[in-house]
């Protein structure tokens, strides 16, 4: 008996999106590009995307976007949660197609949910991210003269700045590392820290006796009012806040 070595046809849907030249299904968006916008709603609407995910996309970009996250299929694990079978949410700021690292909605709806502004970081690259209207990740852009620093910065929330609403909500104690006085200051210093016990490289006006502009550590016994999620990476406690948003992923 012979084996049946005829090629067997590929079933319609995304994966027999081919490319002219290759007849390969396409494995990046730049193949994706190349097809019409016709083409591209028809591939998705043969996908697993829902009307109201396509009938959402206002530009091209965005149903090329939707199309290639349909290609990878809910083969994926979120790097927070570790749950198995997701279908990574995009991440406009430090996404790549090639990248292993994937993040399921849940954990990212957790991490901006954590803050009053709905602003929360992104695990990986550490910019400030938040939920549109439509559901979708965004990167904070919004320009405009922040209200305590007086200087042009993406602006978060309450008309001020990422650190300077940081410091506004940690007004911690520091010590000067002329006077070696202790000092309030409403600023988040701490991220100029090489080391919870070093100081910083950035400088402070000292109102404590040195009338100068002075360098920084924090106190000891703030250290753990500092959030985990904004730490400086090399104080190793990244994954202390990751732990802390996978814990709350799995009770909410």
Known sequence: IKANTSRLEPSPGVGDTMSK???????????????????????LTESSASKSDVDSCSEKSDLVDLLYQQCQ???????????????????????????????????????????????????????????????????????GRCFMCRQQRTI?????????????????????????????IPHPMW????????????????????????TWRIHHEDLDKIPNAECPESWGRREAWLAEIRQRSLQV
């Open 21 to 43: 030249e290759s007849g390969a299904p396409p494995t990046s968006k730049d193949e994706l590009k190349k097809l019409s916008i016709r083409e591209l709603k028809t591939r």
């Open 191 to 214: 991220k100029y820290q090489e080391r919870p016990d070093s100081f910083t490289g950035s400088t402070w006006a000292c109102h404590q006796g040195c009338g100068d502009y002075t």
């Open 73 to 143: 299929g809910t083969n994926q694990t979120c790097a927070v949660c570790y749950t198995e079978g997701i279908q990574g949410v995009p991440m406009p700021c430090c996404a790549r197609e090639t990248s292993s690292i994937a993040y399921c909605e849940h954990c990212i709806r957790v991490i901006c949910n954590q803050s009053e502004s709905g602003v929360g970081r992104c695990p990986t690259c550490s910019k400030p991210i938040t939920i549109g209207v439509q559901g979708k990740v965004e990167v904070g852009t919004s320009l």
């Open 156 to 184: 978060v929330d309450r008309q001020m700045c990422e650190n300077c609403l940081l410091g506004s909500l940690h007004s911690l104690r520091y010590e000067c590392n002329r006077c070696r006085r202790w000092q309030v």
